[in-house]
């Protein structure tokens, strides 16, 4: 899906894909970071009714992974869709196509006209939006857990407007049913806080003021004088800590993953001694792993829902040594376009691929709670070998195509 923007600096037409955090001009060549607190939010134009005299009803747009626990496995998809956040239920379920034949504008909290506050929160509420039941289908013998893992986690508002006692589309003027008391008291409820925020600024360096780098659609940017990294976080950069693997031979690219620290109440998994215990690996547990503080690796990049649940078990069952003052890599590294917050949700999946108490863990993974401590990167060289990507010291292999954004 496609977003145009007037260029903050000369005010000429830009077109960006969904996923870019980086908006850049064909015009004036300026290369501005899109910074937004919570979800990046977009409205469909309407098409005859000014913007000011339109109603905007909110979608989630969700394209990740979702995975879900059931009591004999993991199952994984793929998913592409977007989910109606209110309940007004003249309103189609979701956006289907209108949305990919438009090119849709940022939602600027500036904007004058009535946006409807979401109901449902994407990643808690999930479950309760009705669309969804038919999407993921009914596994028999039930699911434990659901994760959802968001690559694009966006809120996109469709517009409507009432003519004549009917409700109509704005998108495509089209009358979609009677607008009763019901559809009344449904579009009252308007977003008095707009604190979402959007703001467009040079990518440099908070530390050294050097230009920061990083692909169109990268989460984290790194800085190659100060050798440092940083993740936006509302309307500023903040620093991540980061850690390179010692490359035997030199790798030609680096591949970033996320370390993230938990706690979690009610299993006793503090330390890599503790996870080889629970996960009855077959190592025998050296006294300084009892001091080791357990960290849960996952990919920072996007890629197959296979080899993502395969990377997180591996890893987090290896417990990698990152140098943490490690000198930034002058080879390849793969841009990180999968969100910190996305390693706190992958928690549940890793520990359900990999403890062996699957029959007390299950049932009770739902209401777990993990609390999100810390997350830091850590880059991990890889060779190329043909298409295939490999690590040899940890015994990873996976082709090249299946991790998203990798140029080189
Ligand atoms: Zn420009
Ligand atoms: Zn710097």
């Known amino acids: 899906m496609q977003v145009e923007h ?19 001009c064909g015009f004036c060549r300026v290369r501005l970071y899109i910074f937004s ?36 496995d993991i ?7 977007s989910f109606r956040a209110r309940d007004v239920h003249s309103l189609p379920p979701s956006l289907g ?10 939602a600027s909290p500036e904007i004058k006209t009535a946006f409807l506050a979401p109901q449902y929160a ?61 559809i009344e008291t449904a579009l009252s409820d308007r977003e008095a806080d707009r604190g979402w925020g959007l703001r467009f600024a040079s990518a440099l360096c908070p530390n050294c003021g050097w230009d920061l780098s990083g692909g169109r659609e990268s989460l ?9 990294a940083w993740q936006a976080q509302g309307a500023d950069f903040k620093k991540v800590a980061l850690g390179v693997l010692p490359s035997e031979g030199g790798g030609e690219v680096y591949l970033p993953f996320w370390r993230a620290s938990v706690e979690i109440k009610g299993l006793q998994l503090e ?33 197959h829902p296979k080899i993502y649940l395969r990377l997180c078990s591996q890893l987090t069952t290896l417990q990698p040594e990152a140098e943490p003052e490690a000198a930034m890599p002058k080879a390849t590294i793969c841009p990180v376009t999968v969100d910190a917050q996305e390693a706190f949700e992958s928690i549940k999946v890793t520990l359900a691929e990999t403890l062996t108490s699957k029959k007390t863990l299950l ?15 850590a880059l991990i060289p890889f060779h190329l070998r043909g298409s295939e990507l490999i690590q040899n010291e940890f015994k990873l292999s996976f082709q090249k195509r299946s991790v998203h954004g990798l140029e080189f």
Request: with cysteine.
């Open 122 to 182: 994407l990643k808690s509420d999930l479950s309760k939006i009705d669309a969804v039941a038919d999407f993921l289908g009914k596994p028999t013998g039930g699911v434990f857990h659901r994760a959802y893992l968001g690559e694009t986690l966006s809120l996109i508002y469709a517009p409507v407007y009432i003519k004549n006692n009917t409700l109509f589309d704005g998108v495509l003027d089209k009358a979609l049913g009677a607008a009763g008391p019901e």
């Open 271 to 303: 330390s890599y001694a503790d996870l080889v215990k629970a996960a009855n690996l077959p190592k025998a547990i050296r006294p300084e792993w009892h001091e080791k503080p357990l960290l849960f690796w996952s990919p920072a990049f996007k890629s």
């Open 97 to 106: 196509f209108r949305a990919q034949a438009l090119k849709m504008k940022f």
């Open 363 to 377: 049932p009770a993974l739902d209401a777990l709670p993990v609390k999100a401590k810390a997350a830091t990167l």
């Open 220 to 228: 984290v940017l790194f800085c190659g004088h100060c050798e440092t």
């Open 6 to 24: 007037p260029c903050p600096q000369c005010g000429g037409p830009v077109t960006l894909e969904e996923s870019d955090r980086f908006l850049e």
């Open 37 to 72: 607190k919570g979800s990046l939010r977009y409205f469909l134009p309407p098409k005859s009714r000014p913007v000011d005299e339109s109603l905007f009803v909110p979608y989630w747009r969700f394209r990740g992974m979702v995975f879900s626990i059931g009591a004999s």
């Open 75 to 81: 199952q994984h998809k793929v998913v592409d869709a």
